[in-house]
């Protein structure tokens, strides 16, 4: 069986990806601070964070007067992208389904690489495929208090491999 995330680019794998981090992230077309204080557009993504690539740049034009969502998807792909690159460095990445896959996506995207690197004992407990203890590390958090819906979703995709809204 072909894993979604082995075929981005070959129809609705990244879209479902997108639409699940726009439902957690929401989609703003204007630039706004973040709860964090961040500049932030488009599908979550933290303008401070990541400079623009040569073609986000060109498609852009003056993002301080707002983008289109067709722009907000492209910006949202190549950080999804970002975030593949180095969950993929992950010994046990492959072996995870594809939910527990987009569980480690979200967070990644949320909190970047380095800040879902934190949560060792969860990823230790993923890798060992003890979802109860990582689902309940990933509750164990900062991130958990900051953002309590979102953290309380994911954590239960984590332990059930079942995305529910």
Known sequence: MLNWLKALF???NMEKIIK???FHEGLMLKPYYCPMGK???????NIEARAW??????????????????????????DVN???DKLK?????????????????????????FGLKKFKKMLKAMSEKNYSMASYQCLDSTYAKQTPKRAKRIAKL????????
């Open 10 to 12: 070959k129809g609705d």
């Open 20 to 22: 699940r981090l726009e």
């Open 39 to 45: 500049m932030t557009i488009g599908i979550g993504h």
């Open 53 to 78: 690539t040569d073609e986000e740049r060109k498609a852009i034009g003056d993002w301080k007067q707002g983008i289109t969502r067709n722009m907000a998807y492209m910006i949202c792909r190549n």
């Open 82 to 84: 970002l975030c593949l």
């Open 89 to 113: 460095t992950l010994d046990f990445w492959e072996s995870l389904d594809d939910e527990r896959q987009y569980a480690l996506i979200d967070m990644c995207f949320q909190l970047g690489w």
């Open 158 to 165: 984590i332990r059930t491999g079942v995305w529910e809204i």
